[in-house]
């Protein structure tokens, strides 16, 4: 029964980590076409609140993960594990740097959707930065590789 629950909450969590993660992915990319300021501040805005839902999500699933682990009597330093355990922190880690970075972008286009709503060179060239794009793309390879090693535990 405590397997069971375990796993619910495990598959529960990793829904809501990799959903919120990519609706947070899609709404940045989504912003990038916005062809005025107000349109992609409304898109970066909508992808605060999922970020907590994310959080919840990564929490739960490393708690009942290792709940899991523990009910099914897995080692803890097996090298799936900590592989799991590195790319969470490289998520932590770079999803910092990344969301300081969308911080800065969604204020920029807040004050030009508010000083005149008109397209700006400056926020083209922060919503297509290349460092923020190559870090939101890491994030997105790390979650794919988390779920892959759930799955498949090598």
């Known amino acids: ?7 619910f909450v495990h598959l529960l969590g990793a829904l809501l980590f990799v959903g919120g993660s990519i609706a947070v992915a899609a709404l940045r990319l989504l912003a990038i076409g916005g062809s005025r300021p107000s349109t992609s501040a409304l898109l970066l805005r909508s992808a605060r609140p999922l970020v907590p839902l994310v959080g919840v999500g990564l929490a739960l699933t490393l708690g009942a993960g290792a709940w899991l682990a523990h009910e099914l009597d897995v080692a803890y330093g097996a090298d799936w594990l900590r592989w799991t ?38 926020l083209a060239r922060r919503l297509r ?21 759930m799955v498949w535990r090598p």
């Open 129 to 149: 930065n290349p460092v923020a794009l190559t870090l939101d793309g890491s994030m997105l390879v790390a979650t794919v590789a988390i779920v892959a090693l």
């Open 1 to 7: 029964m405590a397997r069971d629950w375990a796993l």
């Open 85 to 122: 355990y590195a790319l969470v922190a490289w998520l932590l880690v770079v999803g910092a740097l990344a969301g300081r970075l969308d911080r800065r972008t969604r204020e920029l286009a807040e004050r030009l959707a508010a000083d005149g709503d008109q397209p700006s060179a400056e």
